[in-house]
């Protein structure tokens, strides 16, 4: 939601040019809170409002606007005042956002970023999207094991005004291989015995991520460990970065966002649902709708295959939606179930018999107590209490042949190097009702 409390007041500042004003307003609040009050600013309007803070409150701002809005001041601003803004901002941030903005603009804006920080930038771009590498900063906090709790502390204050994060003090040697790690935390507590080596203190048996790993991958170890930052080495072993733990709720956001949307049998939005275009949401939305959309029709024919026997008891017809929502309901709870057990690393394909036995249970209770109840329903209906046995005995089938699909499908995806959130609910729906439609036929002609 926009807030709209200063948009007026910040207008009328930038009409009249009052830089002393916005400068308060820049510096009065914290970044975040002084970001929130500038939506509904067009990128040059926000600009407008930075070029008069202070470079450090202007990046710090910067940092918590829209990406729309980044991106549209960069492509719409002066590249000789945005060039030291993107030279001072954290090296993981200033990459993704140079990733969505126009390339000719890139372009010029990189030629004019003093050499070492365009190294590092053309660095962090090389490395695909998704992976470590492409998250990883290159700020990090790092020294040599040689010296002294004291010596390491001064050091420290000298480096962390150029840092993003010391929670964590790497140790390196002089070719900057990973040889330990101290806390911020263990140095304080050792300011009783200044002349400590950090040799001494630091901890040898790192748990380290690959700059080519998957950024998934990598969010899942930093909350299995609870990390608040994990260093990136390469095949080296030296240290090429860290992984802070404000990129891994990102990325988990990320995750958990995507697979929201292929649980809904959407296709995976790039941005936000506002900020995609009309079109194209329905293009995304259209394919899995065109497959859900098939699978109804080869229902449709499987009912008009069993036309004669449906002429013959009509009254059957009536417990169609029974018999598919059943089964349906019953898959997507057991797909929903497995698709989070093996997000969250609860279960592993290797675990199918367990889990095929567990839900072949399950499908026998949840089959028997909704069966019971369909009998009753169909004793009211049906002309016999002999055919009214259809609508349990099918039921039953049904739901547990719905906890079987909607718990092996996922697994099966996730054997096959596929992402098991593409057996959305819908999808497994669709295949059980197809399966529905035949037990429920076969049955009435088994039993009438």
Same mark, same amino acid.
């Given at each position: 939601?926009?807030?709209?409390?200063?948009?007026?007041?910040?207008?009328?500042?930038?009409?009249?040019?009052?830089?002393?004003?916005?400068?308060?307003?820049?510096?009065?609040?914290?970044?975040?809170?002084?970001?929130?009050?500038?939506?509904?600013?067009?990128?040059?309007?926000?600009?407008?409002?930075?070029?008069?803070?202070?470079?450090?409150?202007?990046?710090?701002?910067?940092?918590?606007?829209?990406?729309?809005?980044?991106?549209?001041?960069?492509?719409?601003?002066?590249?000789?005042?945005?060039?030291?803004?993107?030279?001072?901002?954290?090296?993981?941030?200033?990459?993704?956002?140079?990733?969505?903005?126009?390339?000719?603009?890139?372009?010029?804006?990189?030629?004019?970023?003093?050499?070492?920080?365009?190294?590092?930038?053309?660095?962090?771009?090389?490395?695909?999207?998704? $992976?470590?590498?492409?998250?990883?900063?290159?700020?990090?906090?790092?020294?040599?094991?040689?010296?002294?709790?004291?010596?390491?502390?001064?050091?420290?204050?000298?480096?962390?005004?150029?840092?993003?994060?010391?929670?964590?003090?790497?140790?390196?040697?002089?070719?900057?291989? @990973?040889?330990?790690?101290?806390?911020?935390?263990?140095?304080?507590?050792?300011?009783?015995?200044?002349?400590?080596?950090?040799?001494?203190?630091?901890?040898?048996?790192?748990?380290?991520?690959?700059?080519?790993?998957?950024?998934?991958?990598?969010?899942?170890?930093?909350?299995?460990?609870?990390?608040?930052?994990?260093?990136?080495?390469?095949?080296?072993?030296?240290?090429?970065?860290?992984?802070?733990?404000?990129?891994?709720?990102?990325?988990?956001?990320?995750?958990? $966002?995507?697979?929201?949307?292929?649980?809904?049998?959407?296709?995976?939005?790039?941005?936000?649902?506002?900020?995609?275009?009309?079109?194209?949401?329905?293009?995304?939305?259209?394919?899995?709708?065109?497959?859900?959309?098939?699978?109804?029709?080869?229902?449709?024919?499987?009912?008009?295959?069993?036309?004669?026997? @449906?002429?013959?008891?009509?009254?059957?017809?009536?417990?169609?939606?029974?018999?598919?929502?059943?089964?349906?309901?019953?898959?997507?709870?057991?797909? $929903?179930?497995?698709?989070?057990?093996?997000?969250?690393?609860?279960?592993?394909?290797?675990?199918?018999?367990?889990?095929?036995?567990?839900?072949?249970?399950?499908?026998?209770?949840?089959?028997?107590?909704?069966?019971?109840?369909?009998?009753?329903?169909?004793?009211?209906?049906?002309?016999?209490?002999?055919?009214?046995?259809?609508?349990?005995?099918?039921?039953?089938?049904?739901?547990?042949?719905? $906890?079987?699909?909607?718990?092996?499908?996922?697994?099966?995806?996730?054997?096959?190097?596929?992402?098991?959130?593409?057996?959305?609910?819908?999808?497994?729906?669709?295949?059980?009702?197809?399966?529905?439609?035949?037990?429920?036929?076969?049955?009435?002609?088994?039993?009438?």
């Amino acid at each position: 939601m926009i807030n709209t409390l200063y948009l007026p007041e910040l207008r009328e500042m930038l009409a009249a040019k009052d830089e002393a004003g916005l400068r308060e307003f820049c510096e009065a609040l914290h970044a975040g809170r002084t970001a929130e009050f500038m939506e509904g600013l067009t990128p040059l309007e926000a600009w407008g409002v930075l070029r008069a803070a202070s470079s450090q409150a202007r990046v710090e701002i910067f940092g918590y606007l829209e990406e729309e809005v980044q991106v549209g001041i960069l492509e719409s601003g002066d590249p000789a005042e945005l060039a030291p803004l993107i030279a001072d901002m954290p090296p993981d941030d200033r990459v993704d956002l140079l990733h969505q903005t126009d390339s000719s603009i890139v372009e010029t804006v990189l030629s004019l970023i003093p050499t070492e920080e365009r190294r590092d930038i053309l660095r962090l771009r090389a490395y695909p999207e998704e $992976t470590a590498g492409a998250m990883m900063t290159t700020e990090i906090a790092k020294l040599p094991e040689n010296l002294t709790v004291s010596e390491a502390l001064k050091e420290i204050g000298r480096q962390a005004k150029d840092l993003e994060t010391i929670y964590y003090i790497y140790i390196v040697d002089e070719e900057d291989h @990973l040889r330990g790690l101290v806390s911020t935390r263990q140095l304080v507590t050792q300011l009783g015995k200044p002349e400590t080596l950090l040799s001494e203190l630091m901890k040898r048996d790192l748990v380290t991520v690959s700059a080519t790993d998957d950024q998934e991958a990598v969010a899942e170890k930093v909350a299995d460990f609870d990390f608040l930052a994990i260093p990136v080495v390469d095949a080296e072993w030296h240290l090429v970065g860290i992984i802070t733990y404000d990129d891994v709720i990102d990325v988990l956001q990320e995750e958990a $966002t995507e697979d929201a949307h292929l649980a809904g049998a959407v296709q995976p939005l790039e941005e936000g649902y506002l900020a995609t275009r009309l079109f194209l949401l329905t293009r995304l939305r259209a394919g899995w709708l065109t497959v859900l959309f098939a699978a109804a029709i080869l229902t449709a024919l499987l009912l008009q295959s069993y036309d004669a026997a @449906l002429e013959e008891v009509t009254w059957l017809v009536w417990f169609v939606p029974l018999v598919i929502s059943s089964g349906g309901n019953t898959g997507s709870q057991s797909a $929903t179930l497995i698709i989070r057990a093996l997000t969250t690393k609860e279960i592993m394909p290797s675990d199918w018999s367990i889990v095929l036995w567990r839900e072949v249970l399950m499908g026998c209770l949840l089959g028997a107590f909704l069966a019971t109840i369909g009998y009753v329903a169909a004793c009211f209906l049906a002309p016999s209490a002999m055919a009214a046995l259809v609508i349990p005995v099918t039921i039953f089938l049904v739901v547990i042949c719905g $906890t079987i699909l909607g718990a092996m499908l996922p697994l099966l995806f996730q054997r096959m190097g596929l992402d098991p959130a593409l057996m959305s609910t819908p999808f497994v729906a669709g295949i059980i009702d197809i399966v529905g439609i035949v037990l429920y036929m076969n049955v009435a002609i088994w039993l009438l």
